[in-house]
């Protein structure tokens, strides 16, 4: 995993009627939400370890912290993780989002490399308790 430092993932999307503030119901405005930009985020970097963990591990997403600094009314948005650091099971992004415009976002995101099928084993059994 070492080695993924400085590998870059990115995923697009464009303004739509079903990630704007209005329609997720984090504001009352036809703009970008700050929820779907921070999914978009995740993605990017889910899409920057591709290739690099085991058939039988995912990742999850722990923290995350973001910046939404621009509006966007119209158009493409891009987001890009890029893996800044390893720790064990733990990677770090640094992660940006840009429209057709520009930057209109900055964030720092961790996530956690996990056996899939023990996952969904723990996360069952926390319903049933």
Avoid: Y
């Avoid at 600094?69 to 890029?82: L, M």
């Avoid at 064990?88 to 209109?104: H, K, T, V």
């Amino acid at each position: 995993m070492d080695n993924s430092i400085g590998k870059v993932g990115s995923a697009a999307t464009k303004l739509n009627d079903t990630n704007t503030a209005r329609a997720v119901g984090s504001g009352s405005l036809d703009v970008f939400s700050t929820p779907m930009m921070i999914a978009l985020m995740e993605q990017a970097a889910c899409n920057a370890l591709v290739g690099v963990i085991d058939a039988d591990a995912t990742t999850v997403g722990v923290s995350i912290s973001v910046e939404h600094k621009a509006p966007t009314v119209c158009g493409k948005i891009t987001a890009t993780a890029k893996v800044i650091a390893v720790d064990g099971r733990r990677i770090d992004f640094e992660l940006s989002a840009c429209d057709e415009s520009g930057e209109i976002g900055t964030g720092i995101h961790s996530r956690f490399i996990v056996n899939i099928e023990k996952f969904i084993a723990k996360a069952n059994e926390r319903v049933t308790k």
